[in-house]
Nanobody
Framework: VQLQASGGGLVQPGGSLKLSCAAS????????MGWYRQAPGKQRELVAG???????NYADSVKGRFTISRDNAKNTVYLQMNTLKPDDTAVYLC?????????WGPGTLVTVSS
């Protein structure tokens, strides 16, 4: 499985961004897809995850602001991020989980700053 993320960038506090992550390769084996993030000097943390059937979970820090969705026909997972805060600044990494392995994308940088 190969993952390619896009959509990061610079945004002002209160703004919005939408991240995308497209999977290719052995995509039939993917169950869970999700987003993690890692800020400078901090541990990697889960942002949101979604199963093939559409069940979702979110970190408490992003509930009500971020929405994860998935288009199984396009093998793509999205992360709509609203009301962004400076604390959301991080490299966002896409994850795909199969029954045998976890696959990580290269990450996309999100910077929230005025």
């Amino acid at each position: 499985v190969q993952l390619q993320a896009s959509g990061g960038g610079l945004v002002q506090p209160g703004g919005s961004l939408k991240l995308s992550c497209a999977a290719s390769g052995s995509i039939f084996s993917i169950d869970i897809m999700g987003w993690y993030r890692q800020a400078p000097g901090k541990q990697r943390e889960l942002v949101a995850g979604i199963t093939f059937s559409g069940r979702t979970n979110y970190a408490d820090s992003v509930k009500g602001r971020f929405t994860i969705s998935r288009d199984n026909a396009k093998n793509t997972v999205y992360l709509q991020m609203n009301t962004l805060k400076p604390d959301d600044t991080a490299v966002y990494l896409c994850l795909a989980v199969t029954s045998t392995a976890n696959y990580w994308g290269p990450g996309t940088l999100v910077t929230v700053s005025s």
